[in-house]
Each structure stands twice: as structure tokens, then as C-alpha cells.
């Protein structure tokens, strides 16, 4: 009898131990000789300081999928990259529709893929700062709906969707990277309530460059407190990753999810689609709803769709779309073309910069869009400075961050509340400084003198497009974010496409910019180069 009770007890022991041990996946290791080799980088925005994040925990992130995870074996994930890995969204509803795969196992996939490389020292990307603890379950909740009325394949239905981390989300807290944030917690933003309406899954949070890039000088592209250093996989601690939603883009790259969202001030959606090969949109300011997002500009502002490809895009904007009494500059287009169709390029007329044609790339895209039957106008358009450009965004975070921060579970309520919380440790809160929200404070213009430098830029910027109506363009053709800041004043939408590699292996992607509320118009001809060139592939050691 002794022996039997002996033996009980041994079992409950053991088996609580089962229970509640987690296996360390992510591991802190000694980063100093990478961070010494780094200060040799011809760059000054790649002499990184740190490359861990002294804050974020990955094991606790992924604490509530350790049960699920450990039933899903290397070899399934295996068998499954074939129907997910660059597959576009109608190819994995049709491989749902076809009993191949379930929403359930696609999320398990990107868990499994997330955790594979982001704990490998020698792969990690720094993409991810949090997880929706539910996602799981939610998948399993699509699968029955699904069984009981299948949706097509143009759908985010059952789609895991990852969002830059100063989108605010129900779920996870929003930090925009930042620790004075960390505790943020929040309701859905409008976005992101429109794709939960249209049956999409939230998977989790990307890093981004903190404040969206509107926080340090000369800092890091990529680099949150958060976070951490986000690495561009086509070259981990070469290429830079573009800002500031470097891990929308850097996530979309190595297939992290099916798709991302990201948001722009001034080229921050195109800027890390472009150095990470991936196709995003900057639509025309008030197409989609800025509520509840974490402001640089209630002026510039946006979100936007981050994809592997242009299809993917369209999709992912429909389902984003929808006006928000809430946001003064939402607005609902009058007409949604219900199908995308790569249209002709023949007989598109283009306008390109002169000056770059000298880049034998985007020389080479030009040569071939012209083959098509397009007809190309070449343009040398007056660079103006854009005087007053940095003082419209620094009185414009200087009153819309309080806005944001108003009633939020956070012990700052201004810039110059979390420049001083940062001051407390700013070893670890801000290692490169906080020079812009300095500047910030140090601003004076009044909110009168304000609306006359917007007014200027806005005239500015739709000048230096002028060719739109002197010429009577369908798109001007660019290079990555090279004129996203007139783009972004004129407040004209822009989508970028992977135009090809440069001889180092960096990506670099071809822009249409396009005049307001053009953006089904900008898709279709993006969906015809993408369909011309073909040129987007996996970073190496990512397949």
C-alpha cells in the first residue's frame, strides 16, 4: 500500500512538473563582438548599439501556444511551406476550400516559423514584439464557420495578419516600440475592427523603428526599446531595413505571416517594403482610417497594406476600407471596382525622373514597361527644400500625441512627459537619445503659423507633380521612398513593387505614384509590372 502512495505521489510530482515547465526557446547570449564588428559599417545608422532588446521576453510571448506547438512536428510544418510559403492569399483559400489545409494549421504554421528562426541566434530578425494570445482559438472558430458557409478566395477571411505596433489592439498592448508605452493597453483601432469584421485573424504585433521613426536623430532604422534591432533578412546586419515599420516589412519578407500592416508619415510604409522586396500601398490620406493608431501627423498620416504580392494588396485594402466619423479626413470612395484585372500597360503613359535614369535598374524597368506599348515622359522637375516640413510634424505630435495618450493606462500624457521618463534610464529607454522629441518641445510655432506651412507644402508638393496634368499621366514611376516626402505632403498615394536586386543582393523596389484616390487604378497597373518582371523571391536562408 506504502508503495502504491509512494508511487502516486511520484506521479502527481512529476506530472506538475510537465505542467508548468516552459521550454526556453529564447535565449539571451552575448552580443558584444557583433555589436564591436558593427562600428567597422560604412553606414552610421548600421553602428548599432545593442541588437537584443532588454525588455521583450519571447518566451512569455509564446507561453500560450507551448501546448498546440509541441504537437506540431518539423515534418508537418515541412509539408505544409509548399501551400503557404509565398503563396498568395487566393492560392491558401483555395487550398482551405480544397480540405489541404485549415486556418488552424496556417496559424500554427507562422507560430512555428516565427519561433524556428526569431530563436535561432544566427536567423533572428527582431520582427516581432507581441502575440494575440487567442489567435488559436479564434482559427479554430474560422474553420467551423467556414465548414458551415465557405468564403471565396479574394477574402482575409481566416487570414493571420500581423500589425506594426503602434496600431491599437484589444488583445496586446500597443508600445509604438517605446517603454513609457509598454503598459499601454487599449480597445481595437477602426482598421483594425474592419478586418475582424471581414473575418481576418490579428496574429500579432511587428517592431518598427520607435515613435514611427519620430524620436531619435541619425538613430538605427528599425531599433525600438522594445523590440530591439530589426534585421533585414536579405542581409542581416548589412542592408538597412527601412522605416518605420521595418518589421511589417521585414515579417512580409520571410513569410512571417500572410500579410502586414504598416503605416506612413513620410515613406514609412514604402521605405521597408522596398529594402525588404515586398509590395506596399500609401494610399491617399483619409482612404483609411487613422483612429487609434499612435500620431506622428494627424496632417500625413496613414496606414497601409504590406503583401508579398499585388493581389494580396487589393485584398487586404478592401477589407481595411470604411469611413470613421471619428478620423475629420476619412472619406469613402465613391466607386470600389469589385474585381482587380492587371490592366494593359499599352498605351499607359508614364512620367519618369530624368535624374534616375542613371540607376541601370530602374533604367532596365523603364526599357521594359516601354516594350509593353506604354508611352513614357521624361521629367526634371524643380527640387524645392520643403521649408517648414520638420516643424509641421513637430507641432503636430506636440498636439497629437495628448490627444492619443488622453485616458490611456500610461504614466506620460505629452512629449515631454516621456522625454523625462526617459531621462530615468536612458541607458536602456533611448541609447541613441531622443534629439526629434527634444526638438519637439523646443518648437514654438504657433497652430496660426501652422496652417500656413501646411498650406505652402501641400501647394508644393502638388506643383512638383504637375506633370499629372500637363501631361495627362496615368502614374509617375519612382525609386523606393526617393519622393515619398512630396508624395506625402501633396498627400498623393503611392504603391511600390520589387523591381529587382542590386549586385550586392539589395532589394529595390519601382513606386507608382499615383494622383488621390487613385489607388484601385495604381493596383492594377502594379498587378501588370509585377505580372511583366516576376522578380520577387525569398531572402537566402529563409526558404
Not at 479564434?138 to 458551415?148: I, S
Not at 489592439?169 to 474592419?194: C, H, Q, S, Y
Request: net charge neutral; aromatic share 10%; with cysteine.
Amino acid at each position: 500500500m506504502r508503495t502504491i502512495y509512494y508511487c502516486l505521489v511520484l506521479f502527481i510530482l512529476i506530472g506538475c512538473k510537465e505542467e508548468t515547465a516552459i521550454v526556453q526557446y529564447f535565449k539571451k547570449y552575448d552580443e558584444t563582438s557583433e555589436v564591436k564588428a558593427q562600428q567597422e559599417h560604412e553606414n552610421p545608422r548600421m553602428k548599432f548599439k545593442l541588437l537584443q532588446s532588454k525588455f521583450l521576453n519571447m518566451n512569455e510571448v509564446f507561453k500560450p501556444f507551448e501546448k498546440e506547438l509541441t504537437k506540431f512536428s518539423e515534418k508537418t510544418y515541412t509539408n505544409l511551406k509548399p501551400l503557404i510559403l509565398e503563396q498568395s492569399i487566393p492560392a491558401i483559400q483555395n487550398a482551405v476550400k480544397e480540405g489541404k489545409l485549415s486556418y488552424e494549421k496556417l496559424t500554427l504554421f507562422y507560430l512555428y516559423r516565427i519561433r524556428k528562426y526569431e530563436s535561432d541566434s544566427t536567423k533572428y530578425l527582431n520582427a516581432i514584439i507581441s502575440l494575440n494570445p487567442n489567435v488559436l482559438k479564434e482559427a479554430r472558430q474560422k474553420d467551423k464557420e467556414h465548414e458551415q458557409n465557405p468564403v471565396g478566395e479574394m477574402s482575409v477571411f481566416g487570414m493571420p495578419i500581423l500589425l506594426k505596433d503602434n496600431i491599437n489592439t484589444l488583445e496586446m498592448n500597443t508600445t509604438a516600440g517605446a517603454v513609457a508605452l509598454k503598459d499601454n493597453g487599449t480597445e481595437d483601432a477602426f482598421i483594425v475592427r474592419k478586418l475582424k469584421e471581414n473575418g481576418a485573424l490579428i496574429l500579432g504585433k511587428a517592431n518598427l523603428s520607435e515613435w514611427a521613426y519620430y524620436f531619435c536623430e541619425g538613430c538605427p532604422l528599425g531599433y525600438s526599446a522594445i523590440g530591439g534591432q530589426t534585421l533585414n533578412p536579405y542581409g542581416r546586419k548589412i542592408f538597412e531595413t527601412g522605416g518605420s515599420s521595418s518589421g511589417s516589412g521585414v515579417a512580409t519578407a520571410v513569410n512571417y505571416a500572410v500579410a502586414t500592416i504598416g503605416t506612413e508619415t513620410a515613406g514609412s510604409i514604402t521605405s521597408p517594403s522596398s529594402q525588404n522586396s515586398v509590395v506596399g500601398l500609401k494610399p491617399t490620406i483619409g482612404l483609411l482610417s487613422r483612429s487609434g493608431i499612435v500620431p506622428i501627423s494627424s496632417t500625413l498620416d496613414t496606414p497601409g497594406p504590406m503583401t508579398k504580392s499585388v493581389i494580396d494588396n487589393y485584398i487586404l485594402l478592401k477589407a481595411l476600407l470604411g469611413k470613421d466619423t471619428s478620423d475629420e479626413k476619412s472619406f469613402d470612395l465613391e466607386k470600389i471596382d469589385a474585381n482587380i484585372a492587371a490592366t494593359e500597360l499599352k498605351g499607359k503613359k508614364f512620367g519618369v525622373f530624368t535624374a534616375l535614369l542613371n540607376d541601370s535598374i530602374y533604367k532596365n524597368a523603364v526599357e521594359k514597361i516601354k516594350t509593353t506599348g506604354a508611352e513614357i515622359v521624361e521629367l526634371a522637375p524643380e527640387q524645392t527644400n520643403l521649408q517648414g516640413f520638420l516643424t509641421l510634424l513637430n507641432i503636430d505630435m506636440k498636439y497629437d500625441l495628448p490627444k492619443y495618450l488622453q485616458g490611456k493606462s500610461v504614466d506620460v500624457n505629452s512629449v515631454a512627459d516621456v522625454i523625462v521618463f526617459n531621462e530615468q534610464d536612458s541607458l536602456k529607454r533611448a541609447p541613441y537619445g531622443q534629439g526629434l522629441f527634444i526638438g519637439i518641445e523646443k518648437d514654438s510655432t504657433s497652430l496660426a503659423e501652422l496652417e500656413v506651412v501646411k498650406e505652402r507644402l501641400k501647394n508644393e508638393g502638388i506643383n512638383y507633380f504637375n506633370a499629372f496634368k500637363t501631361e495627362n499621366l496615368d502614374a509617375i514611376l519612382s525609386i523606393n521612398n526617393y519622393h515619398s516626402a512630396y508624395s506625402a505632403v501633396a498627400e498623393y498615394p503611392n504603391l511600390t513593387v520589387p523591381m529587382g536586386y542590386k549586385d550586392s543582393g539589395e532589394p529595390i523596389n519601382l513606386t507608382f505614384i499615383g494622383k488621390p484616390k487613385s489607388e484601385f487604378e495604381l493596383l492594377s497597373l502594379g498587378l501588370a509590372y509585377e505580372n511583366l518582371m516576376k522578380v520577387r523571391k525569398l531572402p537566402k536562408g529563409y526558404e
